[in-house]
């Protein structure tokens, strides 16, 4: 039997990827917080990984492409394809030099089952009090948006994707990667 506010967290990230799924939701400014701007820094963070004895930064990550999504919830039905769909094409990333970073208000533990769950190559960050989610624009009230960020070399924000469908989402950033990467 699932309890009260496990239920409650899986209805509200359902809702959520509804919302996303149709791109009904209102400018994800309003909805989520204020976005990071293209073109500029962006936001710096230190977080714990999924194999609970480390933490990562953007900043470890230079010279390297980073695609970082905030997702709502472990082991929910959007957030399982969004993870597969990265993982199907990590390869493809890989070739590109770009590293892929999950970022979720789960805890360290849930990230680990998930990650050996879905087998998952690539590191899931703990941002249990939304601070990292809310400076990318992506926080609502206990759990991160759906939300995605192409982040160049350089530590330069390139790209930002609101309304995210996890079905063909690692396609487009794979597509608009290419795109970047050819300029």
């Known amino acids: 039997m699932i309890s009260r506010r496990t239920f ?11 919302i996303a ?6 400018s994800a400014s309003a ?5 990071p701007s293209v073109n500029q820094p962006a936001p710096e963070f230190t977080l714990p990984t ?15 492409w980073v695609v970082l999504y905030f997702y709502p919830k472990d082991f929910t039905s959007g957030c399982t394809l969004e993870a597969r769909r990265f993982q199907q094409d990590l390869p493809k990333y890989l070739d590109k030099n770009t590293q892929i970073i ?5 805890s360290v533990d849930s990230h680990a089952k998930f990650c050996d769950s879905e087998k998952l190559k690539f590191p899931l960050l703990a941002d249990i009090d939304g601070k990292v989610s809310k400076a ?3 926080w609502i009230g206990f759990v991160s948006m759906r939300h995605t960020f192409i982040v160049d ?13 996890p079905a063909i989402h690692s396609t487009e950033v794979l597509s608009r990667l290419d795109e970047l990467q050819t300029t």
């Open 102 to 106: 999950g970022v979720s208000a789960d």
């Open 50 to 64: 999924n194999n609970g004895d480390r933490e990562l930064s953007l900043s470890d990550y230079r010279g390297k």
């Open 153 to 165: 070399p350089q530590g330069m924000l390139r790209e930002t994707f609101t309304g995210v469908n």
């Open 31 to 35: 909805l989520g917080g204020k976005l």
């Open 8 to 18: 409650v967290n899986v209805l509200l990230a359902s809702c959520l990827a509804l």
């Open 136 to 138: 990318y624009g992506s």
């Open 21 to 26: 799924w149709f791109n009904i939701s209102p």
